[in-house]
């Protein structure tokens, strides 16, 4: 199987064509997960899944599961590729897609080369992993790797008050299967870099060795409301004012940090939210992420630490809630020493990394041997309609998936 190579133009296209599914008027990609534009991708790739004449699986967390047995003994755990097709809003087109689309490819490259792996080969598309519309992100993968109870999972309530079940079932992806109806052998996930250091480097394939933990909360501070002309400042107990030292500590607090910690404020809202009225409320999330668990609490313990001192001094009371709180990982280090020789073998430029982003490997790492393949990201977007990668640089990571693949599903 070294030889062979996927079909460039039928990955390249799809993606495209994934791309221009679930766009609003104002021509925003915006599948948030478990909507009707979410839908549209779904529906679009589960078509693409029976056309290759996989076995389509849906789980009741509207995990999708395409899947190869191939010549494979029925007890044999899988070789399972993929990652998620939700975006968050006014996105890209590759954050997660490229990753499904990529080992849909492989499977269907594998089949048409008349190859039979020892092992089945499955491509998954995880629900939610962006978290956009229903904390935590990477919920899909959590429930399908037992970190999280099915029940209370399709019982979250939306940013929109929506609840999840209720929209899987909507959109018609209530799977039949319970989460975790299939154990993989191990789980390689190809994803856009979406930071700068690939393409600072100049290098082709990134070996993701570890990725960062995350702390997500939502803040809510509760001051007085009163007329914006008659109050004194002396005399205010503005939630608003409140809300700004909090970004601005947090942001000090980071850019001046030894330790590559990193903090955004990436939703706020002001209550009554008029002109010339003092906001009695501010309710806002915070998203911390370090590589390291120890940094990564010692920022949240500055942050409770701030609030109370800023609640006594500002007359206000704030509320904490924690919205998702993931360690650190580490990745299967057998598997990144396999990305390292597919790309060297492919002539391919190669270091090892952490992951500064989320992914559903993450989770599956708590149940199998896991590990990340990236590809660079121009300017080192993401989680923007300007996130680009060459297509060169999708093929090549396309390839390595491939090397890899097979690889793991040989014995
Ligand atoms: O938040 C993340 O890092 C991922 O995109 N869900
Ligand atoms: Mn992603
Ligand atoms: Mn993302």
Redesign the pocket.
């Known amino acids: 199987m070294s030889s062979l190579t996927i079909n460039a133009d039928r990955l390249l296209g799809r993606i495209a064509e994934l791309g221009s599914l679930g766009r609003d008027t104002q021509g925003r990609l915006v599948r948030v997960a478990a909507s009707d534009m979410d839908k549209l991708g779904r529906d679009r790739l589960v078509g693409w899944l029976e056309e290759a004449g996989l076995d389509v699986a849906i789980d009741r967390m509207g995990n999708i599961f395409g899947i190869w047995q191939g010549d494979a003994d029925a007890g044999q755990e899988a070789v399972m590729l993929g990652s998620h097709i939700d975006t968050v809003i006014d996105a890209g087109i590759y954050d997660g897609c490229y990753g499904v689309l990529a080992g849909l490819e492989v499977i269907e490259s594998v089949k048409e080369a008349g190859f039979a792996p020892a092992r089945p080969l499955v491509v998954a598309a995880f629900t939610n992993?962006?978290?956009v519309r229903y904390s935590p992100?990477?919920m899909g993968s959590l429930v399908f790797a037992g970190g999280r109870d099915i029940e209370e999972a399709l019982a979250s309530i939306g940013t929109d008050g929506s609840v999840l079940g209720r929209e899987l079932e909507r959109i018609g992806y209530a799977g039949r299967h319970q989460p975790g109806f299939l154990k993989p052998h191990v789980y390689v996930e190809l994803h856009v870099e979406q930071g700068p250091v690939l393409e600072r480097e100049g290098i082709a394939i990134g070996a993701v060795e570890n990725l960062q933990g995350i702390s997500w909360q939502r803040i809510t501070i509760d001051g007085v409301a009163n007329h914006a002309g008659t109050t004194p400042m002396s005399m205010r107990q503005d939630a608003g004012v409140a809300a700004a030292r909090v970004i601005s500590f947090l942001a000090d607090r980071a850019s001046a940090s030894p330790t590559p910690t990193v903090a955004t404020v990436g939703t706020i809202a002001f209550e009554p939210n008029a002109i010339n009225v003092i906001p009695s409320r501010a309710i806002f999330t915070i998203d911390l992420r370090d590589p390291n668990e120890m940094h990564l609490r010692e920022a949240e313990a500055a942050l409770a630490a701030f609030l109370d001192d800023l609640a006594a001094s500002a007359g206000v009371t704030i509320n904490a809630e924690s919205l998702a709180r993931f360690e650190p990982v580490t990745f299967d280090a057998g598997i990144v020493s396999l990305i390292e020789d597919g790309a060297r073998a492919a002539g391919l430029s190669c270091r090892r990394m952490t992951s500064g982003?989320?992914h559903d490997a993450q989770m599956i790492a708590r149940i199998a041997p896991s590990a990340m393949i990236f590809v660079p990201s121009r300017g080192g977007i993401s989680h923007s309609p300007d996130e680009f990668t060459a297509a060169d640089e999708l093929v090549a990571g396309a390839n390595v998936l491939l090397g890899v693949a097979a690889r793991l599903a040989a014995d």
């Open positions: 992993e962006e978290g992100d990477m982003a989320g």
